[in-house]
């Protein structure tokens, strides 16, 4: 797939991220910190082991900043960055 414009909005810019379930991770997050009082903080050292399993075995997607379209399973080019903030606030509507 050539990345120099969204087939959908005709968008230039992308960014990447992790291809993966937010509420799965934030359950984890949570898990691991009501454990806490009972495994002495231990709880916190296993989820950050998690994480860190999974951030390095979930593929990345490229994600579309004005029209948020996902293209998984595809090979990113080098040029696509992670989320910048200030690219975001160019696409933002304006109330």
């Known amino acids: 797939m050539n990345f120099s414009k ?11 991220q992790k291809d993966f379930n937010r509420a799965i991770g934030c359950l984890v ?6 454990l806490v009082p009972f495994t002495y903080g231990l709880s916190l050292a296993i989820v950050a082991g998690i994480d860190w399993f999974l ?4 593929p990345d997607e490229a994600v579309c900043y004005k029209c948020r379209e996902e293209f998984k399973n595809i090979e990113i080019p080098e040029r696509i960055l992670p989320f910048d903030h200030h690219i ?3 696409y933002e509507e304006p109330d």
């Not at 969204?6 to 990447?16: A, M, N, Q, S, V």
């Not at 997050?29 to 009501?34: L, P, S």
């Not at 951030?55 to 979930?58: F, L, S």
């Open 29 to 34: 997050i949570m898990a691991g910190a009501i």
């Open 6 to 16: 969204c087939p959908h909005c005709e968008c230039e810019h992308f960014y990447r």
């Open 55 to 58: 951030y390095k075995r979930v």
């Open 88 to 90: 975001a606030e160019l």
